[in-house]
């Protein structure tokens, strides 16, 4: 075995690798150092980023009373902080 350091010239373009390691596989995406692979990972995890996000208010929404009538953002989170400071009070008394 020789012990060296190899430098590689970078990805030019987005490549992606599928490994396997027993039955579990795997997607490897190398998106490359240049201008146009971080424009993509940024628009992409934005994207990602707000999909959650909605799922999520979506979820809390169904968990509320009432909150599915809320359409502003603001609006429904207020409702869903008011909902669980009253989940908060009750506990406490019950204590």
Known sequence: MI???VQ???TQYPTLEELSIG???FKAF????????RRVWK???AKVR?????ERMKY?????????????KAGMLNEIINYV????????VKK
């Not at 707000?50 to 909605?54: A, M, T």
């Open 3 to 5: 012990n060296r350091l």
């Open 8 to 10: 590689h010239q970078p």
């Open 23 to 25: 039955m579990i596989k």
């Open 30 to 37: 190398d998106l490359g150092c240049h201008q146009i692979a």
């Open 43 to 45: 628009d992409y995890y």
């Open 50 to 54: 707000r999909e959650k996000i909605s």
């Open 60 to 72: 809390l929404q169904d968990l509320v009373p009432g909150c599915n009538k809320i359409t502003d």
């Open 85 to 92: 400071q009253s989940l908060q009070r009750q506990v406490e």
